[in-house]
């Protein structure tokens, strides 16, 4: 199985604040890559795919990258509302496996 | 509006077996593959199988091979999962995901609620 490894685990941001979340895979995943929210008590939300792609009626605040084998989301200017955990997810090959996800706080 | 509602979840002694059901409407539901996936309390995802437009081709996770069965009803815009011989290790909050893919890869789009299952003597 491709191993995703997500870092920070936690993150404490100020409003207004850029964030970044990286996740390495254990081998290459040819941007096969998905990010989600998931609020406090609410199910996952898809925000990006294919790597950068960002889903509809995602705020354009939220945008991902790579830069070699690494992925990152960034959150461009931190909210109250995006206080959530996030996970990222390779569909490179089966099994589809998760980050162990990040946690993000309004500082 | 995509939906997609869980139901079926509960306390359930090991060994036993439960089966949840998810019932999707706002799309065409024999146009996607769908999934489950869970995630045990305080703890990350986990997928754990998907299924194919037409149920032919199907997927599972390795801790579930052998005990959980995926299914589909597309007449009725269904998806089941079947969980035989349960652990301790399997509670959790199962949710049901439409699965979009595309050329080399794939995400999961919308997910239901969630349901609660518990696996305890």
């Known amino acids: 199985d491709i191993q995703m490894t997500q870092s920070p685990a936690s993150l404490s941001a100020s409003l207004g604040e850029t964030v970044s979340i990286d996740c390495l895979p254990s081998e290459g995943i040819s941007n096969d890559l998905a990010w989600y929210q998931q609020k406090s008590g609410k199910s996952p939300q898809l925000l990006i795919y294919a790597a950068s792609r960002l889903q509809d009626g995602v705020p354009s605040r939220f945008s991902g990258s790579r830069s070699g084998t690494r992925y990152s989301l960034q959150i461009s200017g931190m909210q109250p509302e995006d206080e959530a955990d996030y996970f990222c997810q390779q569909s490179y090959r089966y099994p589809p496996t998760f980050g162990g996800g990040t946690n993000l706080e309004l500082k | ?121």
């Open chain 2, 1 to 121: 509006e995509v939906q997609l509602v869980e139901s079926g979840g509960g306390l359930v002694q090991p060994g036993r077996s439960l089966k949840l059901s998810c019932a999707a409407s706002g799309f065409t539901f024999s146009g996607y593959y769908m999934a489950w996936v869970r995630q045990a309390p305080k703890k990350g995802l986990e997928w754990v199988a998907s299924i194919s437009y037409e149920g032919d081709t199907i997927y599972y996770g390795d801790s579930v091979k052998g005990r959980f069965t995926i299914s589909r009803d597309n007449a009725k815009s269904t998806l089941y999962l079947q969980m035989n011989s349960l652990r301790s290790e399997d509670t959790a909050t199962y949710y049901c995901a439409r699965h979009y893919v595309y050329y080399g890869g794939s995400y999961f789009d919308y997910w239901g609620q969630g349901v609660m299952v518990t696996v305890s003597s």
